[in-house]
């Protein structure tokens, strides 16, 4: 080392440059020409409201292209981007749909075992030997044919399905098993025939009868319209009888000229289909108060369009005339949407109906006593508008059915008419017909309790009449536990201002088969009058008549579907007693009228639903003022 030289430290190497990063614009800096910062997304794309991507290649440089409105195209390519993108992920779910159509096919499937060949064989034997007169709409060959094909069929399943179901809730039909499904089923027509229609709407959403319906559809939309209204569920079945006739609509069933080319026996029942819905519409409108839809377009069957069945297509034909007055006019008053009403139009009505029904009829013993129920009922319903509408009269010079007491001239008829009637004959019908009696019932009630009656004492007059609804309608299944409460119960409130008991002691059955006696009717589950009234004949003044034509032979008891008489039936009553303690029920009622009665305490009722639809009477109670002497 040299003397005098100085340490110098060697000078520290220069850093290493950091690697240039190379920043990429985006796409969308990279159109507009404009710097960008590489963020992802970057400040321009974010104060321009764009999708920050970097999905271009990088291309070599070239000439500047033209940039006017990149921005406004850019969101626009963006826009149709998203909506490729929502467009497509709405396909894949198409698609995922599709692919498991296979599981949802087998979840509409058949049960298997559950509709069995015994099962069908017995239903469509019940429906032929039964209600056939009632709903002439099915072929029993062809019915037997599409059985075999129910296989392949869903519609023609749903069809004899829907057929079985409306059938098993008929009280009258007994079926030892129902398939392997369920052996409970068979003890009980209503759990059945609610498993049946289940059935029905499950296997039904595999079937297309909507964008392509068929008579089949139509048929099977109106049995499940009956099996609902059996079951009590009002609704569902008002929305079933909408869609068949809905269906009907979208057939072109309502035009004459569709019934003049194709096949002649397909025809002829598509004929008769369309005036059963036009019946039963009509029918369940007027009970429910629900607007029509079915017009009088076509024109009626005729009796030799089919061998051998001349006798029931002439009781069809006379329901349908007897329901074909009751138009949309009729219905728009009745449910208050129309005010065009006048006291000659409803006395025209009242004449009509009553020469819409011959002396003597030419049916089966069943539709005669439908026929006639349903007539004298329709009779009351006209008379009811007329009280609605302020109409009655008290004058003895004035149209009978504009009287306060034509419910009196409906009631001596109509007991005249049933004491020729068999139980059997009015029990096919059901509740259904059995509700009318009790508004007939009902009505008479009302009118007892607001006109003086003055009946000579060897004449049949109102308490009779009264006397024997309340024997008729406890005597038929069904109409002892439901309708006699609410009858006794309006009979104890109306006619409550009358001299002497309202009633004697009834006699009701325990549940354990004791015999008690009590005073309270409404306060027994088990109400069971144990001897009605005596039957009562008819009226000297009373001259219609009517025969029958068909089989003498016994005929089971059904819930047929006429005019809406579709519901299920009680087991029958208990055997009726010779107890000695037990008189005639409306005996003591009305034996002397107070010289100034008061006013008739408003009823009471267990159920609502069974009141009748005598809205009108408000209007009755101020015209009485000032009448009571001139109806002796």
């Not at 100085?6 to 520290?12: D, E, L, S, T, V």
């Not at 025209?348 to 020469?355: F, I, M, P, S, T």
């Not at 010779?578 to 008061?598: F, K, W």
Request: charged letters at 20%.
């Amino acid at each position: 080392m040299e003397v005098g030289a100085h340490n110098h430290p060697a000078p520290a190497p220069a850093p290493a440059p950091a690697p240039s990063t190379t920043k990429r614009a985006c796409d969308g800096c990279h159109k507009r020409k404009v710097k960008c910062d590489g963020q992802r997304p970057c400040r321009n794309c974010q104060q321009s409201s764009l999708i920050c991507t970097f999905d271009a290649i990088p291309q070599k440089k070239g000439p500047k292209g033209h940039r006017a409105k990149i921005i406004s195209r850019l969101r626009e390519q963006q826009q149709r981007n998203q909506l490729s993108s929502h467009l497509q992920r709405g396909l894949d779910r198409v698609e995922a749909t599709s692919s498991s159509s296979s599981s949802s096919v087998a979840a509409w499937a058949p049960t298997p075992g559950l509709l069995t060949t015994d099962v069908v064989e017995a239903c469509i034997a019940f429906f032929f030997e039964n209600m056939y007169p009632t709903m002439p709409i099915l072929d029993r060959g062809r019915l037997q044919r599409q059985r075999q094909d129910m296989e392949s069929s869903l519609e023609t399943y749903c069809l004899i399905a829907s057929l079985c179901a409306f059938m098993l809730i008929q009280p009258g039909m007994k079926i030892t098993t129902i398939g392997d499904a369920d052996e409970d089923l068979a003890r009980d027509g209503t759990a059945s025939g609610q498993a049946m229609v289940d059935e029905v709407l499950r296997v039904r959403k595999a079937v297309n009868y909507v964008e392509s319906p068929t008579v089949a559809s139509v048929i099977t939309s109106f049995f499940l319209f009956g099996s609902y209204f059996c079951l009590d569920k009002h609704n569902t079945a008002w929305f079933y009888m909408r869609e068949a006739t809905t269906l009907t609509d979208i057939l072109g069933m309502g035009d004459e000229s569709t019934y003049h080319t194709g096949d002649e026996i397909g025809n002829i029942r598509r004929r008769r289909l369309y005036w059963l819905l036009f019946v039963t519409e009509r029918a369940y409108a007027l009970q429910r108060h629900h607007p029509l839809t079915l017009g009088d377009t076509i024109a009626l069957p005729t009796l030799d369009e089919i061998p051998g069945e001349s006798v029931e297509v002439s009781g069809f034909i006379y329901l349908v005339n007897v329901y074909r007055p009751f138009d949309e006019k009729f219905v728009g008053l009745w449910n208050k949407t129309r005010l065009d009403c006048s006291t000659e139009w409803l006395a025209q009505l009242q004449r009509r109906l009553a020469v819409a029904l011959p002396t003597s009829l030419v049916c089966t013993e069943s539709q005669a006593a439908d026929l006639r129920t349903s007539q004298q009922w329709l009779r009351a319903m006209v008379w009811q508008l007329s009280i609605t509408n302020g109409y009655l009269s008290s004058s003895s010079s004035s149209e009978a059915s504009m009287t306060f007491r034509y419910p009196i001239d409906i009631a001596r008829d109509l007991v005249g008419m049933t004491s020729q009637m068999s139980k059997q004959s009015m029990e096919m019908h059901g509740i259904g017909l059995i509700g009318k009696l009790f508004d007939l019932a009902s009505t008479l009630t009302d009118v007892m309790a607001c006109v003086p009656l003055e009946t000579p004492s060897f004449e049949l007059g109102p308490r009779d009449y009264l006397n024997q609804f309340l024997s008729l309608i406890s005597s038929l299944r069904g109409g002892q536990a439901r309708y006699v409460p609410l009858l006794l119960n309006k009979i104890e409130n109306m006619l409550s201002t009358m001299a002497g008991p309202l009633l004697p002691p009834l006699i009701f059955e325990t549940p354990n088969d004791g015999i008690e006696e009590v005073g309270d009717i409404t306060s027994s589950s088990h109400f069971s009058l144990l001897q009605p009234p005596p039957t009562l004949s008819a009226s000297s003044s009373d001259t219609s008549d009517f025969s029958f034509v068909g089989s003498d032979e016994p005929q089971t008891m059904n819930a047929a579907l006429f005019n809406g008489s579709l519901a299920p039936m009680p087991p029958p009553p208990p055997p009726l007693s010779s107890s000695s303690r037990h008189r005639d029920h409306l005996t003591a009622i009305c034996q002397v009228r107070p010289a100034n009665p008061e006013p008739p305490h408003p009823p009471k009722y267990d159920n609502l639903d069974q009141v009748p639809m005598s809205s009108g009477w408000e209007l009755l109670q101020p015209k009485m003022e000032g009448f009571q002497s001139g109806f002796g």
